[in-house]
């Protein structure tokens, strides 16, 4: 999957997150009921606007069923939550240590 640029904005709408997500809008919706990380606010016009985070996790959630293989069971079991950069670089730091050989 190539890497997705997100707009710098606050709130997307529906039909924006699914032309970045290339997802239809019945899935986003359908996603929002079976993985509880996913909350639109209800805006005065009771449109679903997702935040930044929210797109981050829908492309995430698309990863892992669509490129890794995963059940919904099974990405339900992942935890979402947005990876600061400071976590996101130890973690490649630590993934690029050469393994000790076991005595």
Known sequence: ???VQIPHKQYF???EVS???QLETYVLRYWETEFKSI???R???NQRMYRRKDVDTIL????LLYEEGFTIAGAKKRSFRPI???RKARLLRKSRRPRR???
């Open 1 to 3: 999957m190539t890497e």
């Open 13 to 15: 709408k529906i039909g």
């Open 19 to 21: 032309s970045l997500t």
């Open 39 to 41: 909350r639109p606010v």
């Open 43 to 45: 805006m005065g016009s």
């Open 60 to 63: 995430e959630i698309k990863k």
């Open 84 to 86: 600061s950069w400071k």
């Open 101 to 103: 050989p076991n005595p």
